[in-house]
């Protein structure tokens, strides 16, 4: 069709010309660095609590739920990736989240899809890599369906990175350098600068670099990290400003394979047990032989501001992101069992497994979008309309080597068993995938009074998918063109005195497929467009200056995708029902904090397999809470510590509820002080996790058909230093 054919290309920086631009960028900041005189330190107050998307409404008022977490609270937290942040909210959990891999989470107790659910600087990318994190000012968090926000993605939440940029204030300086070392071996220093340059200062820059050596807290898991990040503004007028940042990141790691379920000794088909929880530092799957895998990724996008007077603007924006992994793991799948039967979902009864050697290299992703949005404000009869309009137009390429290597190596008789190199060089054909979006959305905010709103928004989504195998033989190519609309409604009232109360309703749309995985028969294969509903209503609210809340009921109907027969099928739906309530309070030296949420998780309409009726999803705990109790010295100004509380309860492990991961809690401790040294404002954290050392299994995921178990981490203690000149 006519508009597979627009040209990217024509819009992507070529890489000469991006190289020529960075070495500019690097000459200007070079030059204003030497004509700098030495800074004061200046100290801005913090962004305030907005969710991008949604306007200068703060998180206070707007009907959803959501949670932006800034760049004090990451540094505070030493979070090297995007799960280390998340996790502060009582919505997020572990989804198959190994230590060593990209980030995989659940919220309100739905996978996040890496290919859909996740945004940088608004626009689309693809979170199948490793993130770094030294280069972002914030995290954002909307929970729910995210039709709003997204043409396709699941219903648990839509996560949004945003980078630090350039310092709005003419005479801020920032020159800081962090280091770091800890949660085992490992040690890490990072450098952020920041200014503004010209004559009337239209120019600014923030650049950030890091790089970590990487000897975690499990064994024989070594390897390295590293980033560069620039980010650059020109005010080209009053009402004109041109912005330009990209990132480059790298990370070799040996991979991380979880532990398994126990075959029954008497049957070994039967119901399986769950061993005792093992030390957090056990890498079960090491061999001589293994090789790290490689997360190569180069993201960068380019935004033009105007406004337009009478409160309206206009932005036109432009990302790209081109990922290049080699996914390796020396790989445990079921065991070969002495009378020559298989089982492919467990362990044996004394631990041992079968392993594979598997590589898939030189996996290449590439996605771009260009949005423009206008947004301004509109009286109509009396009543403000606070209008956004957007287009945008997006791709989403897989393009992977024509085989990847899935091969049996033998059989580990436990931790630590050594198994000779691979020698039957097993492969398998990938499949390739391509998607063009074209994505059309109006919101309206509507003032029906001073105090109450109603919300309507609308996204239009037109896609083109298709999928080729590279096997020669039969290549099977499929291609489908899928059109779809999703509504969000809400409204909301502020009391005078009292809390903002909502009301709302969304849709969201996935387009599922089945993994692309040997161990499947439609591996690759689209199974259609998913649409989830959610029904959301909650509170917000302070009393006084100490005390502030929020509470949300949701109801969200979903889809069930699963495997069976040795094939991904759509089948049934998943509900889930929940209440999410948060409180903070402060007092002089105290500040005490927490969030918990109760959810009700239930599968119907199933027609394969009709015992997954009325069953609990796995891996989904009913209860979660996160606590923080934090005391700030008046003796020792610039001293706070915090302990934190993380509890999760008790998750299913086999759809028939016979065998269950009982429920965990852990402590974590940690010190802040802030002071100078010989003028220079110091910030030093001392933190150590799991204080008491607990041993436990932390999640227990079934993927490709295999029942796994996450250990949770050890003690582990951090140490950093941040110096700002």
Request: positive net charge; contains cysteine.
């Amino acid at each position: 069709m006519a508009h597979h054919t627009l040209n990217f290309h024509s819009l992507t920086l070529k890489r000469t010309r991006t190289h020529a631009a960075t070495l500019i960028c690097i000459a200007l900041l070079n030059n204003a660095l030497a004509q700098s005189a030495p800074p004061e330190i200046t100290i801005t107050s913090p962004l305030p609590q907005q969710i991008s998307g949604f306007g200068d409404v703060p998180l206070a008022k707007a009907p959803f739920s959501a949670i932006s977490i800034d760049n004090a609270t990451l540094r505070d937290l030493g979070a090297t990736r995007i799960s280390d942040a998340l996790r502060l909210d009582a919505s997020v959990t572990d989804s198959y989240n190994s230590p060593a891999y990209w980030d995989i989470l659940n919220v309100r107790g739905y996978t996040l899809d890496n290919r859909y659910n996740y945004r940088r600087e608004g626009l689309p990318i693809n979170a199948e890599t490793m993130i770094p994190m030294e280069n972002k000012e914030r995290i954002e968090l909307l929970k729910g369906t995210s039709g709003i926000q997204a043409g396709t993605s699941s219903p648990g939440g839509l996560a949004n990175y945003l980078v630090k940029r350039a310092p709005a204030a003419n005479d801020e300086n920032i020159r800081t350098v962090t280091a770091s070392y800890g949660h085992g071996k490992s040690s890490g220093i990072a450098l952020d600068l920041g200014s503004r340059f010209g004559e009337s200062k239209q120019f600014g820059y923030r650049l950030n670099t890091a790089y970590e050596d990487l000897n975690p807290y499990i064994q024989n898991t070594q390897g390295h990290r590293n980033m560069l990040a620039l980010a650059m503004d020109w005010r080209l007028s009053a009402a004109s400003k041109l912005e330009f940042e990209f990132e480059k990141s790298e990370r070799q790691q040996i991979g991380i394979n979880a532990h398994s379920l126990l075959a029954n000794p008497v049957n070994p088909a039967g119901i399986p047990s769950l061993p005792p929880p093992v030390s957090g530092t056990q890498n079960l799957t090491r061999q001589a032989w293994s090789v790290p895998g490689v997360f190569n990724s180069s993201t960068r996008s380019l935004r033009f501001k105007q406004n337009l007077g009478d409160g309206w603007r206009w932005t036109t924006q432009y990302g790209a992101q081109r990922l290049r992994t080699d996914d390796r793991l020396a790989f445990a799948f079921g065991v070969t069992l002495p009378n020559g039967s298989w089982l492919g979902d467990r362990f044996a009864n004394n631990g041992s497994f079968d392993l594979y050697d598997y590589r898939s290299d030189n996996e290449r992703r590439l996605t771009d979008a260009l949005q423009t949005t206008i947004d301004g404000i509109k009286e109509v009869a009396g009543i403000k309309h606070h209008l956004t309009f957007s287009v945008m137009r997006s791709r989403q390429l897989d393009r992977l080597e024509p085989t990847q290597l899935y091969s049996y190596a033998g059989t580990s008789t436990g931790y630590a068993g050594t198994v000779p190199a691979q020698v039957l060089n097993q492969t398998y054909y990938n499949t390739n995938r391509s998607e063009y979006s074209h994505e059309i959305s109006a919101t309206d905010r509507i003032e029906l009074s001073a105090r109450t709103s109603a919300w309507v928004g609308l996204r239009h989504t037109s896609s083109d998918r298709s999928t080729v195998s590279l096997d020669p033989a039969n290549p099977n190519p499929v291609k489908q063109h899928t059109g779809f609309t999703t509504p969000w409604l809400a409204l909301s009232h502020e009391y005078s005195i009292g809390p903002t109360v909502y009301a709302s309703y969304g849709e969201g749309v996935e387009l599922f497929a089945a993994p692309n995985n040997a161990n499947y028969s439609n591996a690759g294969q689209f199974l259609g467009a998913q649409r989830s509903k959610q029904v959301e209503v909650g509170a917000k609210g302070r009393a006084g200056q100490q005390v502030s809340w929020t509470t949300a009921l949701f109801h969200i109907d979903r889809p069930l995708a699963y495997d069976y027969a040795s094939a991904r099928v759509v089948d049934g739906t998943q509900t889930h029902q929940g209440l999410d309530a948060g409180l903070k309070w402060t007092q002089q030296q105290w500040l005490l904090s927490g969030q918990a949420q109760w959810l009700h998780a239930r599968i119907s309409g199933t027609i394969h397999n009709t015992e997954l009726n009325g069953s609990q999803p796995l891996n989904v705990p009913a209860l979660t809470l996160r606590a923080l109790a934090q005391y700030r010295w008046a003796e020792i100004p610039g001293l706070r510590a915090g302990l934190q509380l993380n509890h999760e309860g008790k998750r299913r492990v086999l759809e028939n509820g016979s065998l269950n991961l009982p429920a965990w809690t852990t402590w974590h401790v940690a010190a802040h002080y802030d002071t100078r040294i010989q003028g220079t404002r110091t910030e030093w954290t001392l933190a150590i996790d799991n204080l008491s050392d607990q041993h436990y299994w932390r999640e227990s995921p079934r993927q490709f058909g295999h029942y796994y178990l996450y250990p949770g981490a050890p003690r582990t203690a951090r140490l950093s230093v941040r110096m700002s000149f």
